[in-house]
Nanobody, 126 residues
Framework: QEQLVESGGGSVEAGGSLRLSCVTS????????LGWFRQFPAKERWGVAS????????YYADAVEGRFTISQDNAGNMLYLQMDSLKPEDTAMYYC???????????????????WGQGTQVTVSS
């Protein structure tokens, strides 16, 4: 069974940077996309960024475009989210996810991702 484990969260002041990492393992089926989502307290989980494994194209939510960068290692076992120019409104629990939906390319939609990590907290202070 596929497993995803995030790390790299923490507390940072506004304007600072963090790099989230996600180790993926145990998958047996076909994966088409990897993505990052975030969840604010008492809110739904929303897509932040995703990468198509077929084309390597990346997609971002408008709120993070130009500040966050999603990437993966050559082996495809590590997923990263470089977060720069962080703002207090970026404070959330961040999750990495994998999709076996062949139509997942594009803005990451929660319903297309079936495999999830446990999350890592990011807190940005003003």
């Amino acid at each position: 069974q596929e497993q995803l484990v995030e790390s790299g969260g923490g507390s940072v002041e506004a304007g600072g940077s963090l790099r989230l990492s996600c180790v993926t393992s145990g998958y047996t089926g076909r994966r088409y996309c990897l993505g990052w989502f975030r969840q604010f307290p008492a809110k739904e989980r929303w897509g932040v960024a995703s990468i198509s494994l077929a084309s390597s194209r990346t997609y971002y939510a408008d709120a993070v475009e130009g500040r966050f960068t999603i990437s993966q290692d050559n082996a495809g076992n590590m997923l990263y989210l470089q977060m720069d120019s962080l703002k207090p409104e970026d404070t959330a629990m961040y999750y990495c996810a994998a999709s076996s939906d062949e139509h997942c390319a594009g803005y990451p939609l929660r319903g297309q991702f079936g495999y999830w990590g446990q999350g890592t907290q990011v807190t940005v202070s003003s």
